[in-house]
Antibody, heavy 120, light 107 residues
């Protein structure tokens, strides 16, 4: 059974750092595309970052230079290192597995999310 | 950046009726579009990918159509469990963007 479990969220001051983790089971992180998606309180979904199976990484403009997506193949875990955090980064952060099928790319499994609150 | 615009923001529908949700892309995304359902306090769930292919386990009352810049999600014979927020999402090259969502509420 495919499962994704996020951890690492919490309260952090503006300018601070946090590292989110997404532990996967039932599949191999390194052979899949993996994304982070966030949702500010009461708002819609916002894609944050993706890491491809080959290691390429991409970010939405608002987090470029501040966030880093990575994975630990031995731990089968996805990470999101978040630095220079701002109030507007406050959100529930979800990790999602992406599956590519006949050219379709879909986020077919999601974790339960972890809340990041940036406030003084 | 490709902007996804969903309409309406809120749709009031009676159980058993049909809901039609729209999603428009600011430039062509071919058929690189997915639809997700999200209920309060839950993670999103994949409904449709490739604009029209139902994901595994999704009931046939959910159908997707469109290509290029105009897409539609149709929910036939709405059930109580279908009242939720629905998001479209495009994937074009490496960039992914979501629409702002349509809330389907009980009329």
């Amino acid at each position: 059974e495919v499962q994704l479990v996020e951890s690492g969220g919490g309260l952090v001051q503006p300018g601070g750092s946090l590292r989110l983790a997404c532990a996967a089971s039932g599949f191999t992180v390194s052979t899949n595309y993996m994304s982070w998606v966030r949702q500010a309180p009461g708002k819609g979904l916002e894609w944050v970052s993706v890491i491809y199976s080959g290691g390429l990484t991409y970010y939405t403009d608002s987090v470029k230079g501040r966030f880093t997506i990575s994975r630990d193949n031995s731990e089968n875990t996805l990470y999101l290192q978040m630095n220079s955090l701002r109030a507007e980064d406050t959100a529930v952060y979800y990790c999602a597995r992406e599956t590519v099928t006949r050219g379709s790319v879909m986020m077919d499994y999601w974790g339960q999310g972890t809340l990041v609150t940036v406030s003084s | 950046e490709i902007v996804m615009t969903q309409s309406p923001a809120t749709l009031s529908v009676s159980p058993g009726e049909t809901a039609t949700l729209s999603c428009r892309a600011s430039q062509s995304v071919s058929s690189n579009l997915a639809w997700y359902q999200q209920k309060p306090g839950q993670a999103p769930r994949l409904l449709i990918h490739g604009a029209s292919t139902r994901a595994t386990g999704i009931p046939a009352r959910f159908s997707g159509s469109g290509s290029g810049t105009e897409f539609t999600l149709t929910i036939s014979s709405l059930q109580s469990e279908d009242f939720a927020v629905y998001y479209c999402q495009q994937y074009n090259n490496w960039l992914r963007t979501f629409g702002q969502g349509t809330k389907v509420e009980i009329k």
